[in-house]
Nanobody
Framework: VQLQAFGGGLVQPGGSLRLSCAAS????????MSWYRQAPGNQRELVAI???????NYAYSAKGRFTISRDIAKNTLSLQMNGLKPEDTAVYYC?????????WGQGTQVTVSS
């Protein structure tokens, strides 16, 4: 399984970005897909997760602002981020959990700054 994340960039506070993660396999076969982020000097933290049945869960900091979704036909995971704050600045990573295997995509930088 290979994951390729894209969509990061520079955005002003209050703005929006949409991250995408393309998978090399049928994502319906993946137990869980998620987005993590890591800011400089911080540990990598879970932002949002979606199961193969479509159930979702979010970190407290993301609730109400971020939406995780899948496009099974395109084998793509997305993260719609609205109301971005400077503290959302980080490298964002997509992750796929298949049984006991954990696969990471390369990170995509999100910078929220005026």
């Amino acid at each position: 399984v290979q994951l390729q994340a894209f969509g990061g960039g520079l955005v002003q506070p209050g703005g929006s970005l949409r991250l995408s993660c393309a998978a090399s396999v049928n994502i319906f076969t993946i137990n869980f897909m998620s987005w993590y982020r890591q800011a400089p000097g911080n540990q990598r933290e879970l932002v949002a997760i979606i199961s193969n049945l479509g159930s979702t869960n979010y970190a407290y900091s993301a609730k109400g602002r971020f939406t995780i979704s899948r496009d099974i036909a395109k084998n793509t995971l997305s993260l719609q981020m609205n109301g971005l704050k400077p503290e959302d600045t980080a490298v964002y990573y997509c992750n796929a959990q298949i049984s006991s295997q954990s696969v990471w995509g390369q990170g995509t930088q999100v910078t929220v700054s005026s």
